[in-house]
C-alpha cells in the first residue's frame, strides 16, 4: 500500500495530507508512478531480512509524521491510544499513583507484551519504558506490528512491537512549534446540581487551561560528498496541569446512592474534621466524629463528614520536558558504514492529590490523661480511665485542609540516556553484515511533599500538661526533643509549628541499565543462483546473535523505608543466537504472482534459568494475482519476566475494592467471613475499605517462570490496479499467552473467595487482627507478581485507505477498525475463566468495547496550498461486569453505570503552505467539546481517575492548537 504523504515526498509536492494509521506492507512502500528499484533492499518491521520486494506477512498498521501534526500531538503515545488495537496504559492523565512514564497496551494484553523499538532497536529497559524520550518533530513513521516477534526481537515482543522510525539523515534545518489549550464549557446540570447540593463548589463555567507549548529544532548535513550525516537535534516541551475542580465530571467524587441508581457526591473518611474509631476501651469500635463547628465534641459519624477529595487531584499533570541527541553515519567503503546515536531526555512532571491526613489504616495510640481531650472525648474514649496515664488505640482520619496544610505532590523526575553504535557494510553481492552495541539507563528520582509522618503524629499524640503546657513525651524522655503537640481534637485545631513537624518529604530513587550487543550476518542468495526454479528471487536468510544485559537498583530514604517501602537491586543476562529465512517458492506465474514462506528461530539462555528457551514462527504469503495478496503466520514467543517483576520490593499501596464483610450488616455471611479470618466479635464491626478504597500487597517474585504464546494472523490485502491509490485490508488475529506473569486483582480474589469459598482465594485476604478491615498497615489483599493462568484475545482488524486527485482538489479517506471477538483471562488453570468483551468494572479494567475505529477525509485544494481534515473516533459501548452472571465478575448490580454509550468524537484540522518549506497548521480536537461518561469511584480500576477513564475518554474538552513547520 502507498502511504500518499510518502507519494508527495516522492514527487516533490507539499505533505500536507492525510497520515492517518493505515495497513502498509513495508516501511518503504513503492508508489504506482514510481515501482522500487528491484535490488534495492527493504527492512520491514517485524522481519530482519533486507531483500528486495519484501512485503510482511504480519499486520501493520502505520501513523505518519502527518498524522501526528494533524492530531496536534505532542505526546506520541496520545497518537498511539486514538489506535483501535491500543488500550490506554500510563499516561499524562493518571496522577494518583502515577510514575510519570508514558506507555501503550497492544491489544489489552499488558504495556510491558509489547516492545517498543527506535529505528528497529529496543528503546529502553522494558520495566522503564517511557514515550516521553521519544522526539516527536522527527517521528517520520510509527510501526504497530501485530502478532508474536520474539524470534526476532526477542522476549517482550508477545503481542507485537512498535516501531518508531525516526529521521537520522537530515540535511538542513527543521523547526517545529505548536501552543495548545482546552477550553471547556461546564454546562453539565445534573452534575452541577450534584455538587451544589452536597455542599461543594461547583466548576468554572469555561475554564481556560491545559495550556501545551512545544518547540524542537533539528539541524542535519552531509558531508564526504553525500557518504556521510550527522543529524542533531533539541525539543523542549511545558505542559500545564488541569485540576479536577475545573470540570464537571470530576469536581466531586461520585459514589452511588442506596440504591445504586443514582449518584451522590462521595467522599473518603479521612475528612477535615476528624474521623475517629477507637479499637480498645469502652467505645471501642463505635465511630464518632469532631463536630463542624470547632468545639471539641464527639458526635456519631455519619457520611455527611465525608471529605470531598477531587478538586485538587490533577486530571492532567504539568510536565516538563527536554530532549536532545544525535545521529550520525559515515561510509568509509561500501564493505564498512560507521554508524552511531545519541538521545536524552529530562522529563519533570509532578501528581498531585488532596492533602494527607492521619489516615484510617494507621493505629494511633492516645493517652487518656492528654490535656488536648476534652472531657467529653475523653470519657467516651478512655471511660473510668480518663485523666489517668492508660492509653488508648484508635483509628483516627484527621484531613488538615486548613492552616499550613497543602496538597501532597509525588515529584517525578527521569533522566534517560541512550547510546548506539556499530559498523555494517556489504562484504559481497547481497551479503551485509551488521554489528553493534547499544547502552541506555534511567535514572528515576521521586520526591513526595506534603505527606503527613505517621510515626511523629503518633509521637505528637502522646501529650501531658507540664506546667500548664501541653508537650510531648518524646520531649521529655528525649527520644525526640523536636516533637510538637498535635491537636486533632476539633476542626483546624493543628497549629503552624505541629504542621512543620509532622510534614515529612520522602526520597527514593531508581536506576535501570540495559546494554544490549548484536551481531548479524544478512543474505540474499539470488545472485548465487540459490532459489527455486520457479521464482525470479533467491533465498534471503539472516544469521545473528545477541547478548543483553540488564540491572535495577532502587533506594529508598529512612521515612520513605518507615512507611513501608522497601529497597531492592538485581540484574540477569540473556545470550542469544538467532536466525530467519525467506524462501520465495513461486512467481510471476498463472494464479502464482507469489508464493512465499518465511521461517524464524531463536535460542535464548538466561541467566536466571538452567535450560534455554526457543521461539520460532512460520509464515506463507500468496498473491494469486497481482491486485490481491494472502497472507499467514504463526509465531511460538515468550516474554521472561523482567527485572522488575523478578526483584521488585514488596509494599502496600491503594486498590479498588469493597469489603463484602464491613459494616453493620455485611453482605456475606458470619460463616463466609471467617474463611478470610473474620471473628465472631469482629462481624458487624468491621470498617468499610475507606472510599472503596482497599489495600493491596504487591510486589516481585525471583521464582517466576517465562510466559509462552502462540499467535495466529491470517488475511488478505486488496490493492485493485483499476482503483488506484485504492487499498483495502482484512486481518483475523488470535493471541494465547500461557503462565501469565501478573498479579491476581483484588477485586477477583474477595469476589471469588465468597461467591466459592475456594480456600486459595480466601487465603489472599490478609485481615487486620486488631479490626478485621482490609486496607492499612495490616489488613490487606495479596496481589504479588506470580504466574498465573492465560489470557486470550482474537478479533479482526479492517483498514482502507484511498486518495484521488480531482480537478477540485484532492480527497483522501482512511480507515482502521477493530473488532474483537474475545478477550478471555484465565486467572489460574483449570479454574475457568472470563471475557471481557464490551465489559469495563472492577475486574476487567477500562472499557473494551466489541468495536473501535477511526476514520480521516481530508481534502486539498487545487494547487495544494492548504488541507481541510476531518477525523471520526469511535469507541463502542461496554457493559458494566457487576450486572454479568459470570462468577468471576459478578458484584453489586448497579443501575446506574450498567451501561456506558457507545462515544464518537470529531477533530478538525487543517494546513497552509505559507510558502516553499512553511507550514501552518492548525486544528480542533473534541470539536463538540463532549463531555467523558461518568463512572462510580468503585467502579474504576487501574487508570481510572477523576470519576472515569480519561485514557479511553476525553477529558479535556474542547482543545484548540495552532503550529508551524519550517524545513530550509
Known sequence: MVRLSSLL?????????????????????????????????IVVTGSRLQVPGLESNSPITAVDSAEIRLQGAVNVENV??????????????????????????????????????????????????????????????????????????????????????????????????????????????????LTRSAGFSTALPSPVDGQRFDANIAVGANFADNRGNVTAYFGYREVQPILQANRDVSACALDPNTARDGYVCGGSTNNEFGFFQPLSGPSATVAFNNTRD????????????????????????????????????????????????????????????????????????????????????????????YGTNTSQTTLIGYRPVAGAARPRRDDLR?????????????????????????????LFNENYQNDIDPAKANRALQVVNVAGVPTCKSVIDGTDPNCVPLDVFRYNGISEAAFGYIYAPTFTRGLDKESVFTGTVSADLTSYGVQSPWASHGVGLVLGAEHRRESLEFRADALAQQKGTTESEGRFNVTEFFTEVRLPLVEDRPFFEELTLTGGYRYSKYSTRDDGISTYKGEISWAPVRDLRLRGSYNRAIRAPNISELFQSQGLGNVSGQDPCSGATPR???????????????????????TDVCT????????????????????????????????????????????????IAP???????????????????????????????????????????????????????????????????????????????????????????GLFGPTCGQPTPEWRHQARISYTDP?????????WRYIGGTRLTNNTDDPFLEGDAYTINAKLPAYSYFDLAGTVAVQKGLTFRFGVNNLLDKDPPAIAQGLLAVFGNGNTYPGMYDVAGRSFFIGLNAQF
Open 414 to 442: 527521569h533522566t534517560d540516556y541512550r547510546v548506539s553504535g556499530g559498523l555494517r557494510g556489504e562484504i559481497a553481492t547481497g551479503i551485509r553484515y551488521d554489528v553493534g552495541a547499544l547502552f541506555s539507563s534511567v
Open 747 to 837: 477485586s477477583l480474589s474477595i469476589s471469588q473467595c465468597f461467591a466459592t469459598g475456594d480456600p486459595f482465594f480466601c487465603s489472599l485476604l490478609r485481615r487486620d487482627p486488631r479490626s478485621g478491615a482490609l486496607f492499612g498497615e495490616q489488613g490487606y489483599v495479596i496481589g504479588t507478581t506470580q504466574n498465573t493462568g492465560s489470557l486470550k484475545t482474537s478479533g479482526i482488524d479492517v483498514g482502507a485507505s484511498w486518495d484521488v486527485d480531482t480537478r477540485a482538489g484532492g480527497i483522501a479517506l482512511a480507515f482502521q477498525g477493530t473488532w474483537l471477538n474475545e478477550l478471555r483471562n484465565e486467572p489460574l488453570p483449570g479454574l475457568g475463566s472470563y471475557d471481557c468483551k
Open 80 to 193: 498511539l491510544n486514538r489506535l483501535p488495537q491500543i488500550t490506554p496504559d500510563s499516561n499524562e492523565n493518571v496522577s494518583n499513583g502515577s510514575d510519570g512514564t508514558a506507555r501503550v497496551n497492544l491489544r489489552n494484553l499488558g504495556s510491558n507484551r509489547n516492545l517498543v523499538l527506535v529505528n528497529g532497536q529496543r528503546l529502553l529497559p522494558i520495566q522503564a519504558t517511557d514515550l516521553n524520550f521519544i522526539p516527536s518533530a522527527l517521528v517520520q513513521r510509527i510501526d504497530v506490528v501485530t502478532g508474536g516477534a520474539s524470534a526476532v526481537y526477542g522476549s517482550d515482543a508477545v503481542s507485537g512491537v512498535i516501531n518508531f522510525i525516526l529521521r537520522d539523515d537530515l540535511d538542513g534545518v527543521l523547526v517545529d512549534t505548536q501552543y495548545g489549550f482546552s477550553a471547556h464549557n461546564n454546562d453539565n446540570s445534573a452534575r452541577r446540581a
Open 696 to 743: 493491596q500487597q504487591f510486589g516481585g517474585n525471583p521464582a517466576l517462570r517465562p510466559e509462552e504464546a502462540d499467535t495466529y494472523t491470517a488475511g488478505i490485502v486488496l490493492t485493485p490496479r483499476m482503483v488506484r491509490r485504492l487499498s483495502l485490508s482484512v486481518d483475523y488475529f488470535n493471541i494465547k499467552v500461557r503462565d501469565y506473569i501478573s498479579s
Open 294 to 385: 470547632g468545639n471539641k465534641t464527639w458526635v456519631p459519624y455519619n457520611l455527611g463528614f465525608r471529605y470531598n477529595y477531587a478538586p485538587l487531584n490533577f486530571f492532567q499533570r504539568n510536565d516538563t520536558r527536554y530532549t536532545a541527541g544525535a545521529f550520525a553515519h559515515y561510509e568509509i567503503a561500501k564493505e564498512a558504514e560507521l554508524y552511531g546515536s545519541f538521545m536524552f531526555m529530562d522529563d519533570h512532571t509532578n501528581s498531585q492529590v488532596a492533602p494527607s491526613a492521619l489516615f484510617v489504616g494507621t493505629t494511633f495510640t492516645i493517652n487518656c490523661d492528654n490535656p488536648l481531650l476534652s472531657a467529653q472525648q475523653g470519657n467516651l474514649l478512655c471511660g473510668s480511665a
Open 863 to 871: 494547487d495544494k496550498i492548504g488541507t481541510i481534515s476531518l477525523n
Open 9 to 41: 515526498r516522492s514527487t516533490g509536492a507539499t505533505a500536507l495530507v492525510l497520515g492517518l494509521a493505515q495497513p502498509v506492507t513495508a516501511q518503504i512502500s513503492p508508489t504506482p508512478d514510481a515501482p522500487a528499484d528491484e535490488d534495492t533492499a
Open 668 to 690: 456475606a455471611s458470619l460463616a463466609q467471613c471467617q474463611l478470610t479470618g473474620v471473628t465472631a466479635a469482629q462481624y458487624g464491626r468491621i470498617i468499610a475499605c475507606p
